[in-house]
């Protein structure tokens, strides 16, 4: 049974800029009524230049998840019934590539992240430096993480830095960006989560990778969906799943599913001397250095303005179900902010 990918990952190296697109963000959502419009609120209109839209996947609330991020000026897409984690994530890349993205980029609904810091994930990809760009808790501030919670993240981060043979720092990070092309061929074999299975496969494809340092606190409302035993038996199959494809795709017993190996440099760990220092907190981040960087990660308790509506209230195309079907997408036209 194979334990590891099949190579390391190809050396470092830059590719040309992105092309012409907006930058999407959306944000996997279930019962999060009491975070997800705050959230939205946070996502910057802007980065480096390029719009950003906002989407908000609500994976079968029961609440009004829905109602509220659509209020706030996010375009939702609402699942029938909760399908998990890694079907939401699915859809949301799904939705950015039909939007013609240049990044697209994903954070969790419950204040966790903050998506002020778009930039920090998203600057390398805009500039041609990765394709594959993760969010590093453990590089940056975090304000509160359970023990027992900071010992397993530790641990299978250490297992996937294994299995990947790359220095990976935060293996179950929420807060991630891929280029265009990363989000057309990034597959996610099991609908329970994405974390470890995501990274695998771009890795395997090829895809340059990046970790950048980022503040996070743990939720104050709500319930993780994660139960350490449940996580286990569930996300450790998956990622055997995993290697075997892709060793079966070096051509020892290809089967339907093979996937071609790509020849992309890949650009792995943080910026040598990289630090995080705490600032203020601001609607946009500040760029991403080499040298040092700069985390604007406290949450202020603001007022929560409604971002400017995308799409004027037309209606978007809705992206297809990858279990075959058709999400239906509520949609609401927002105020424009206020400055």
Same mark, same amino acid.
């Given at each position: ?69 659509? $209020? !706030?000026?996010? =375009?939702? /897409?609402? @699942? *029938?019934?909760? +399908? #998990?984690?890694? $079907? !939401?994530?699915? =859809?949301? /890349?799904? @939705? *950015?590539?039909? +939007? #013609?993205?240049? $990044? ?236």
């Amino acid at each position: 049974m194979a334990i590891r990918l099949p190579a390391p990952p190809p050396p470092p190296g830059h590719g040309p800029v992105a092309g012409p697109g907006p930058v999407v963000v959306f944000l996997p959502a279930h019962d999060e009524e009491a975070t997800v419009a705050e959230v939205v609120a946070r996502v910057p209109e802007l980065v480096l230049g390029r719009r950003v839209e906002c989407l908000v996947v609500d994976d079968g609330s029961g609440d009004r998840t829905a109602e509220l991020a659509a $209020a !706030a000026g996010a =375009t939702v /897409l609402s @699942a *029938a019934a909760n +399908r #998990g984690l890694g $079907a !939401a994530v699915r =859809t949301g /890349l799904a @939705a *950015a590539v039909e +939007r #013609g993205a240049a $990044a697209v980029a994903f954070c969790d609904a419950d204040r966790e992240y903050d998506p002020a810091e778009l930039e920090r994930l998203v600057g390398p990809i805009l500039e041609g430096r990765a394709d594959y760009v993760v969010g590093s808790r453990f590089a940056g501030e975090i304000r509160r993480m359970l023990p027992q919670r900071r010992l397993g993240n530790l641990a299978l981060t250490g297992l996937l830095r294994f299995v990947a043979r790359a220095p990976i720092g935060d293996g179950q990070s929420g807060f991630r960006a891929l280029s265009g092309p990363a989000a057309v061929d990034a597959e996610i074999v099991h609908d329970y989560n994405y974390a470890q299975v995501l990274t695998l496969d771009l890795l395997a494809k090829g895809y340059r990778y990046l970790e950048v340092p980022i503040g996070y606190q743990f939720r104050t409302t709500g319930r993780s969906f994660v139960r350490p035993l449940r996580y286990l038996r569930r996300v450790v199959p998956a990622v055997w799943r995993e290697l075997d494809r892709h060793h079966r795709s070096r051509g020892n017993q290809p089967g339907p599913s093979d996937v071609e190996l790509a020849s992309r440099p890949l650009a792995v760990g943080l910026p040598e001397g990289a630090e995080c220092r705490a600032s203020s907190s601001s609607r946009s981040s500040t760029a991403p250095s080499t040298a040092a960087w700069s985390a604007s990660s406290t949450w202020s308790p603001t007022t929560v303005a409604p971002r400017t509506s995308s799409n004027g209230g037309r209606a978007l195309p809705r992206p297809p179900d990858p279990d075959g079907g058709r999400l239906p997408v509520l949609e609401r036209a927002a105020p424009v902010r206020r400055r």
